[in-house]
């Protein structure tokens, strides 16, 4: 089983909020963990200096999957479905949401409203 950790997990996982870092750890035990270029992106966008020794460390223990066209293609299929109805959602939401249903990954965020292409079953 995998699963792709979005970049609000990681930001409250580097500011060592408890509950998600137990959390990461039981996760860890049974999934294969993943991260993607938008969400590294993300992160070290709003990183201080102080906090990119904590990312590179909590990076060590995800994969990184690999963006390509089919990706682009299903995020603006996603994009087109849903803008109309979810306004507040990014591309950059589109993108992540693109990567983990064609990895066929489950997705661990705490902004499922910005998910609703995913039913329950597919969240963490």
């Known amino acids: 089983m995998q699963v792709l950790i979005d970049t609000n997990i990681?930001?409250?996982i580097i500011?060592?909020?408890?509950?998600?870092?137990?959390?990461?750890?039981?996760?860890?035990?049974?999934?294969?963990?993943?991260?993607?270029?938008?969400?590294v992106a993300?992160?070290?966008?709003?990183?201080?200096?102080?906090?990119?020794?904590a990312i590179q460390t909590l990076l060590q223990y995800a994969q990184c999957l690999n963006l390509d066209c089919e990706i682009g293609k299903l995020a603006g299929e996603l994009a087109k479905e849903y803008s109309k109805?979810?306004?507040?959602?990014?591309?950059d939401d589109y993108i992540?949401?693109?990567?983990?249903?064609?990895?066929?990954?489950?997705?661990?965020t705490l902004n499922k409203k910005h998910f609703p292409m995913f039913d329950k079953k597919e969240l963490v």
């Open 10 to 12: 990681l930001i409250n």
């Open 15 to 39: 500011k060592s909020n408890v509950e998600l870092i137990d959390k990461f750890q039981e996760l860890a035990k049974d999934y294969a963990i993943f991260v993607s270029p938008t969400i």
């Open 42 to 53: 993300e992160i070290y966008q709003g990183a201080r200096d102080k906090e990119k020794l």
């Open 85 to 91: 109805s979810h306004h507040t959602i990014t591309l």
């Open 96 to 108: 992540i949401a693109a990567t983990a249903k064609q990895h066929k990954c489950k997705l661990w």
